[in-house]
């Protein structure tokens, strides 16, 4: 899993009239290891559906092979009915790699707002080359 990254993936969830919609997004994740973890970085590519964002920091436990899972804190502003509030957001990545493909998903519980708890859904991704 350590290199770059070039990622697919649900960035986020847009509910209308109780109709939920994965808002899907490409990034760019860069692993390294620390001591017994891995650390990732997820730099959101810009687009008209998705705000601008920081980066997401993602921290996973070393393994030895297999998937590893990465969970990452991040802020949410809630829209409903014209008043807006903020909430956090807890992701958990599941994450493999097979030569220089990545697959995985994404889960995404929303604290306070069970409404926006989001199942896993696929992530996909290449080695980027360079």
């Known amino acids: 899993l350590i290199g770059t990254w070039q990622l697919s993936y649900p960035a986020g ?3 209308e009239n109780g109709e939920a ?3 899907m997004a490409t990034g760019v994740l ?16 810009p ?5 601008s964002r920081p980066p997401a920091r993602l921290v996973a436990r070393a393994t030895t ?3 590893a899972i990465f969970v990452s804190q991040s802020a949410a502003t809630l829209s409903m009915n014209g008043d807006q509030r903020k909430a956090t957001v807890v992701s958990t990545w599941r994450l493999g790699a097979v030569s220089d493909s990545l697959v995985g998903t ?3 519980k929303l ?13 996909k ?3 980027a080359k360079g």
Do not use: C, H, W, Y
């Open 47 to 51: 687009s008209p559906e998705i705000p």
């Open 21 to 23: 919609t994965p808002l």
């Open 106 to 108: 994404v889960e995404r």
């Open 30 to 45: 860069t692993i390294v290891a620390k001591a017994d973890s891995l650390i990732g970085e997820l730099a959101t590519n």
């Open 111 to 123: 604290e306070g707002f069970e409404m926006g708890n989001q199942e896993p859904r696929p992530v």
């Open 125 to 127: 991704g290449v080695r």
């Open 65 to 67: 092979g297999g998937e």
């Open 13 to 15: 969830m847009r509910i």
